[in-house]
DNA sequence: TCAGTTGATGTTAGCGCTATCATTGCGCTT
DNA sequence: AAGCGCAATGATAGCGCTAACATCAACTGA
């Protein structure tokens, strides 16, 4: 008997037809079998594995069809006729069916879900990124699995591969410096692989980014052109500042070969990572003791730039007449500080946009191996008032 | 002697940490069947739904031994042999593998992932908290899901159920206001929840934040002790912005009953969110129209206060001399600006350990049920250059 | 000597989903 | 009436792993 009335209060439940507001509905969500600790139809639910939440075959028995058009009705609804959708649609409410990709992602090979691997989401940089990047493929039911490698090739590795444990759809990271042991792991995972925040000769499949070199020469072509010759860098020690400082060292030498007596010079300060303001204090003071007549001080960031000039102050040197600082990444706060900081202008947003964007596209036409597609969306360099234009 | 190199060697390799070094790995990386086209000894290669990776039971067929056994060395090494470990782990790196944590994720119901859905991680007071979650996990080799929420319940919703549909072992969530069904879902879904970056009397499970309130009437006290009495709020439109400019308004009006004559007033200001530089440029200016004899502003963040100070140096007006700016925040800039920005320091980097700690100690112990803990971090006012100590 | 114990390993049967193919029913042609 | 194509649905068999139990040799103590 009360195996009917059960039943009677299940089909109650399974095939009303109004929509049920949210007041009700919390009261079902979970498992609605809560009341009935015995077994459903198909016998499984006392098997000491199942987890007891709701499944598709559930949904299916509530519906009354098959698991296998559930299935079809959420993930293809294109195949499935209007008056089963809709009848599917209430069983999942009614049921408060969450779907498990878990087992989804299993049995069909497509995780959905695309790792980010940066150095680190706490400077605004990567973070302007990482939002960018999970906000587009948010819009396809993407999802991002945040990797922070710190600065070291050797972390890097480890990351990898627990990510890659994961089987995402795709694979992003900062970077084109990998381990040899990481390039081949990323090669046998068989999937698309954007390196971003670089650029490279040898991208291993996407490549979206910016020439750290390109800046380096560019910052140093500007400065020149202002007329300052006595240069001091202050530099987080990190490979993509590296770059920069050879590009900077490179066109100085140049100059220098050029105008052998103009009196053109550099010096340079390694500071710790990650960057702090006071590590570029402690880069300064070095940097002006070296090179007391130093006339501008290049930055591998706007954080080590704001340490410099705190540094100047302290020491009465007027910024630009005494000391010009240019900074590198125009984060929110470099125009806004007085005097505002010169700096070099990346578009973080910029680049996750177009990472996930050439993802999707790839995405969809899945069969289509690597493009090997290699973007370049350069950088503007922000004349503000901590370098003079022309200096007289 | 060797074998306890190797045993050590192991530990790391299963949990959280590579310790292979890179030159062993690099010959035998991607699938070392590549060599032989044919079938594996199970014969299931050719099985059209296999994905070709290498699989549990081809490293077993390459160490001689069950797949279930692999399957131990890697995951309880206590529960295996000296010798077999060894053997196994050197299958592992001959075939490259790289474990399918969605298949064993599915079979052992637990993920080793973290959700952790924040608004966004653009502002680096989120990002910090993110940062510091996923670097303390990972030490237990769990993983982050990130879910951006914006600032709307109603995504939030959205990005909770997708979010579960991964079926992380945990969720940790900004904030304590959530609607009814996702609360509902959140309990049906039985795993532990952090909520963070708040105070509630209700909390769904964990609670490890500090009191917004509190902020707000904290401010108020510390202004009110300055000598200040009229009062710009320029808050961003979002509810724990409201909190806190509801303890700060009813300080305030505690103290106007008290003083009825001091001429002790505020005016608010909402501003969009996000906060920018320009919003708090805009919202200075209709505060200081409203009220022209306006002491000090107050504002939700330290971005907009930044924009506030901007627009109060665009009128020549000496700041904290004829106006007073109050951050929230203390971003990296707020000391290193001119003057240095007054401000509300919240430690995400402590809110992040503790939550991915209480976390980790909740995993070991699993049976035990939820916790209620609730721990307040509390906050602290950085009386810096933008606030005057004792207004004469 | 033999039941009882222990530690190491193997076997089996799923986890909850989807790819694939099979089946059904319907309208259309010939 | 038989045959065909098509759309909608169902049944089956895994995906790659691990929980749970089974097995087996090597000991233990009487």
Redesign the pocket.
Known sequence: MEETVLSGLMSCLYHETRCIPDVLLENCMGRSFDSRPDKSADG?RD?????G?V???DVAAAAG?????V??AL?QPE???E??RERVQRAVIETGYV??RV??A???SRSKMVAVLVPTVAHSLFADVVQSITDTLALEGYQVLLGLTGYQTQEEAAVVETVLSRRPDALVVAGTRHSEATRARLKAARIPVVEMWDMSDDPLDMLIGFSHRAVGEAVADYLLGCGYQRFGQAMADDPRSHQRAEGFNARIAAEQAARPDAGIAVTTCWAETPASLVGGRTAAASLLADMPDCEAIVCSSDTLAMGVIAEAQSCAMAIPQALAVMGFGDMSFAAATWPALSTVRIDGAEIGRLTAEHLLKRFESAGSGPVYDVLDVGFEIMARQTTLASRS
């Open positions: 499984s098997n000491p594995r199942a987890t939440a499944r598709l075959s069809v098959a698991a296998m058009t299935s079809r993930n195949l499935v006729s008056r089963t779907p498990n087992a989804g299993l049995a069909s």
